[in-house]
């Protein structure tokens, strides 16, 4: 198994990095909150990965920390009716923090706004996963993949900050990318505070 990839990036798209290693060109997908932390063209990067073999294809799939790739694993290996694309797309919607607030508080309205997933998929994703994120059975977030990963991750920081966007008026999608954007601006030691503040910026 192909747990991560380190190397040069050539390239990236919203969806797509390719990352040149040992003089092979490795196309990986990626969610949007990935490529939001993705240095510029020509930097040497490092991604963690879930590769899926099939007959025809094989297939990379690369995130920022481990905790998000475990995540992404969580949805395609226990959600019905989630696979590899549809997972994706609910990470480049939200962020984990996000993603592990809205299942442990059965936010299906928020989840159900992710594009393609409908009101019955965002059921079974609060169904399924409830005890596996963050307080209940199983944690993803390690303790220290946010600073590994040189971000906020599951931290309350980010969830406060955009608890309280959303008491402002904020949809929250809109409220978790603007606390996203935020933190990348800011860096892992932000307050809240200072978060919300950028973000209203």
């Known amino acids: 198994m192909i747990t991560s ?38 930097s040497t990067v490092k991604l963690h990965t879930h590769v899926i073999y099939r007959e025809d294809a094989q297939t990379l799939y690369g995130f920022a920390s481990p905790a998000e790739r475990d995540f992404f694993r969580l949805m395609i290996e226990h959600v019905t009716g989630i696979g590899p694309k549809s997972a994706l797309t609910i990470m480049s919607k939200l962020s984990l923090a996000m993603l592990e607030s809205t299942i442990r508080n059965g936010d299906v309205a928020t989840l159900s706004k992710c594009p393609g997933i409908g009101k019955k998929t965002a059921e079974r994703l609060v169904v399924e996963l409830k005890n596996k994120v963050g307080g209940g059975g199983m944690t993803i977030q390690p303790a220290d993949a946010a600073a590994a990963a040189g971000e906020l991750g599951g931290d309350s920081r980010h969830r406060d900050a955009v608890l309280a966007l959303t008491a402002l008026g904020y949809k929250a999608a809109a409220a978790d990318e603007a606390i996203r954007r935020a933190a990348l601006a800011l860096g892992a030691v932000a307050t809240t505070e200072a978060l919300i503040k950028k973000a209203l910026n």
């Open 5 to 42: 990839i380190q190397g040069t990036l050539t390239g990236a798209t919203p969806l797509h990095a390719i990352i040149e290693l040992n003089g092979f060109g490795y196309e990986v997908n990626i969610p949007v909150t990935t490529a939001e932390k993705l240095p510029a063209n020509g």
